[in-house]
């Protein structure tokens, strides 16, 4: 069974400095990852995946992650924090279940950007 | 385009009382449906998903039921809420494969 750890539950960062969202994985076979943030009260939003490829993967509003296989990691980052960035963010790794692809996420990292 | 519809945006119910939560998806065909909960904003629960009509998988026991009734609509249901059944419900869909699964704008639901 895949599974996500998410170390951190709030990470803080001063605007305009760069930032780190830490994310681990585990899943038997190659991993599919995936970054979703989400604002106060609403749905999730998509922000980058991981299928194959370039490990450096670039998403929405100028995030990226790196996918590194050694260290079974896909942390996001930016480079330069924006307070429109404080939100909580999830990650997630994609398995097959009973016939189905299923998402496990990790409980969540809580980002304030501090201006 | 593909948009997903939840309603009601915010419910507040009495303990003991039924539940139809509504989730549909327009722009697409045939998509895998999932039923999540999210308790104090924080962990993502998978309740159900569908692959299609009539097939409904459930993750965890529990006092709710899910149904698909149309391609493109999965519905989220109690006969008896409970205080616990309190939460964020999030809808979503995605095509077969590994694919990005995109979320609707929740449901807030509080039992009192």
């Known amino acids: 069974a895949q599974s996500v750890a998410q170390p951190e539950d709030q990470v803080n960062v001063a605007e305009g400095n760069p930032l780190t969202v830490k994310c681990t994985y585990s899943?038997?076979?190659?991993?599919?990852l995936f970054w979703y943030v989400q604002y106060p009260n609403r749905g999730l939003q998509f922000l980058l995946k991981?299928?194959?490829?370039?490990?450096l993967v670039k998403g929405s509003y100028g995030f990226e992650a790196e996918f590194n296989k050694s260290q079974t990691s896909f942390h996001l980052k930016k480079p330069s924090a924006l307070v429109s960035d404080s939100a909580l963010y999830f990650c997630?790794?994609?398995?097959?279940?009973?016939?189905?692809?299923?998402?496990?996420f990790g409980k969540g990292t809580k980002l304030s950007v501090i201006p | 385009s593909q948009t997903i519809h939840q309603w009601p945006a915010t419910l507040v119910q009495p303990v003991g009382s039924p539940l139809s939560l509504e989730c549909t998806v327009e722009?697409?065909?045939?998509?895998?449906l999932y039923w999540y909960r999210q308790a104090a904003g924080r962990g993502l629960q998978l309740l159900f998903y569908?692959?299609?009509?009539?097939?409904i998988s459930s993750e965890v026991p529990q006092n709710l039921s899910a149904s698909r009734p149309q391609d493109r609509q999965f519905i989220l249901s109690s006969k008896k809420l409970l205080l616990s059944d309190s939460g964020f419900y999030l809808c979503?869909?995605?095509?077969?494969?590994?694919?990005?699964?995109?979320f609707g704008p929740g449901t807030r639901l509080l039992v009192l």
């Open positions: 991981y299928i194959t490829g370039d490990n």
């Open positions: 997630a790794v994609e398995g097959r279940r009973a016939g189905s692809y299923q998402l496990t």
């Open positions: 899943v038997s076979g190659n991993p599919y």
């Open positions: 569908s692959v299609g009509i009539g097939q």
């Open positions: 722009g697409t065909s045939n998509p895998n």
């Open positions: 979503a869909w995605r095509k077969e494969g590994p694919v990005t699964q995109y």
